[in-house]
C-alpha cells in the first residue's frame, strides 16, 4: 500500500511539473527574465514579447472550452486550434520585431520560436522521427536565459530541464530519443536565429 501511495504521489508530482514547464509558461517567464536584465529597454517591449510567444498561442484553448460548438468537436479539433493559434502567435511576432525596432535579443527570441515550430513540423510530419514539443518549447527558453541573461541561470534552467526530462521519461509521455530531438529543435532554431539577426539588414537593423 505505501508503495502504491508513493507511486501516486511521485505521479502527481510529475504531472504537476509538466503543468508548470508548458511552453507558454516558459514563454512568459522567458519575458520577465530579459525585461529585468535589459532594464534600459522599454518594457513594453517585453510585454508585447510575452503576448506574441506565451499568450497568443494558447488563446485557442479557452475560446474551445468556453465556446460549446467547439468544445464538442473534441481533443482532435483542440489541437489542430492550438497548431494555428501558436502559428499566428509566432509568426506575429517575427513580423512585429522586425518591423517595430525591437532590440535584437528581442528579435533573436521570436525567430527562434518561429524557426522551432518550422523544426518540429520537419521531423515529426516529413522525416517522421517524433520530436518532443514540450522539451522543445522549454530547452529553448532556458539556453537563451542563459545566454542573454547571465550564467547565473545555468544551475536553475539546468534543474528545470532534468525535472522535465525526469516527468516526461516517468509519465511515458515521450522517450529520451523524442526529447532530445525537441531540444536539438529548439537548439537549432535559437543559434540560426543569432545568425539571421546579426547578417540579414532588416533583422539586425
Not at 501511495?5 to 512568459?28: E, F, G, M, Q, Y
Request: a positive charge; glycine letters at 6%.
Amino acid at each position: 500500500m505505501e508503495k502504491n501511495d508513493n507511486s501516486r504521489a511521485l505521479t502527481l508530482l510529475c504531472k504537476i511539473i509538466r503543468i508548470l514547464t508548458a511552453p507558454a509558461i516558459l514563454a512568459v517567464m522567458l519575458s520577465l527574465i530579459l525585461m529585468f536584465t535589459y532594464g534600459e529597454t522599454p518594457r513594453s517591449r517585453f510585454i508585447l514579447l510575452a503576448l506574441f510567444t506565451g499568450v497568443i498561442p494558447v488563446l485557442s484553448y479557452p475560446v474551445c472550452f468556453v465556446v460549446p460548438a467547439l468544445r464538442r468537436k473534441g481533443r482532435d479539433f483542440e489541437r489542430k486550434a492550438a497548431f494555428v493559434s501558436s502559428t499566428v502567435g509566432y509568426t506575429g511576432g517575427v513580423i512585429w520585431a522586425a518591423v517595430s525596432g525591437a532590440p535584437k535579443t528581442v528579435k533573436i527570441v521570436c525567430l527562434t520560436y518561429f524557426l522551432s515550430v518550422l523544426f518540429l513540423i520537419l521531423f515529426n510530419k516529413v522525416l517522421k522521427i517524433k520530436a518532443s514539443g514540450h522539451a522543445c518549447g522549454i530547452f529553448g527558453p532556458l539556453l537563451t536565459a542563459v545566454m542573454y541573461a547571465g550564467y547565473v541561470w545555468i544551475l536553475p534552467c539546468a534543474a528545470i530541464l532534468l525535472l522535465v526530462c525526469f516527468s516526461s521519461l516517468y509519465l511515458k509521455r515521450h522517450t529520451l530519443p523524442q526529447l532530445l530531438f525537441g531540444m536539438l529543435c529548439s537548439g537549432t532554431a535559437l543559434f540560426l536565429s543569432v545568425g539571421i539577426v546579426q547578417l540579414i539588414p532588416s533583422f539586425s537593423a
